[in-house]
């Protein structure tokens, strides 16, 4: 291991490379178990980091935020990859923003409003990073990234940095290109229109006292836990079955909205886990539709 710290070393400095770092440090769940390696790479870090762990044949999980992972309780083997907090630079050119991949989405939406710059309201209170944005095609309240994304950078497993369009992302419902390619997103461009400021502000602000009102934002969780199944609401389903409140260990089914799994009370992964399978077995028994979670299941689960 020694070796391999060293070699680590050639690319990164030693402060971003973090050895057995817990996973519930770096995920809105609170949750998860050790990653052998956590690494905090800069933009231009990243094409020479992915060759050397090719290189190398460790096993790569790439998050961001970590505001859409469940991590299981027994960690994540080989290395993991955080785009984050050493990459998030905003740029604004004229009706355009450029965002890389680490930086939070509301920090962007910040910006357009500073900039008058109209069309990323929705994207307020999401809590994830520009990159998770990009690989899930976030949205909310009738908005989604697809609606305004213009570029995205990605870097390919063999190495190429490659730009796409917004239509060659192939955004769908919670789904992207990128997943199915194994890109890693660098930065994102978003084409937006000049709008009043103060317009702009008075729909965040709306947008947020409906997230505040409506949503358990108290409590660690991932957001919504389940994608909207087709012709229903996940959270009307999972009431209707009499689960709001259900919990296993410190987890929980959100009372305030049934669409949420909280870490209420300490809990690990497996209780979390336990929870949305519980979910899944009574809303398909009842009403024979199978709920799929939004959340992305990483790591080891005891």
Request: contains cysteine.
């Amino acid at each position: 291991m020694k070796d391999f710290l060293e070699e680590l070393n050639q690319v990164l400095e030693l402060n971003q490379i973090l050895r057995d770092e817990p996973m519930k440090n770096h995920t809105t769940f609170r949750t998860g178990g050790p990653a052998d390696w956590y690494l905090m790479p800069k933009m231009n870090q990243i094409p020479p980091l992915l060759a050397l762990l090719k290189e190398k044949q460790v096993p790569v999980t790439v998050i961001g935020n970590g505001s859409n992972l469940l991590v299981g309780d027994g960690g994540v083997r080989g290395v993991v990859i955080e785009i984050g907090k050493a990459m998030q630079e905003i740029t604004v050119k004229g009706n355009f923003i450029y965002a890389q991949a680490g930086a939070m989405l509301g920090n962007v939406v910040s910006k357009a409003y500073q900039n008058g710059l109209t069309g990323l309201e929705f994207a307020a209170g999401i809590p994830g990073s520009v990159g998770g944005a990009m690989v899930m095609n976030a949205g909310a309240y009738g908005g989604e990234m697809k609606d305004v994304t213009a570029q995205v950078m990605v870097l390919s497993r063999e190495g190429e940095v490659i730009t796409l369009t917004g239509e060659q992302m192939e955004f769908g419902y919670r789904r992207s290109i990128v997943v199915e390619r194994d890109y890693v997103v660098l930065e994102a461009g978003f084409s937006l229109q000049q709008g009043d400021k103060t317009a702009i502000y008075e729909k965040m602000e709306e947008l947020r006292r409906q997230r505040i009102s409506k949503q358990p934002l108290e409590y660690p969780s991932a957001g919504s836990t389940f994608k909207r199944p087709e012709g229903y609401f996940a959270g009307k389903l999972i009431m209707d079955c009499g689960l709001a409140g259900f919990s296993v260990g410190g987890a929980q089914v959100s009372e305030k909205h049934c669409g949420f799994v909280i870490n209420k009370d300490g809990g690990t992964a497996a209780d979390v886990l336990s929870v949305i399978r519980h979910v899944q077995q009574t809303v398909l028994k009842n009403y024979g539709v199978k709920l799929e979670t939004e959340v992305k299941l990483v790591g080891e689960f005891v």
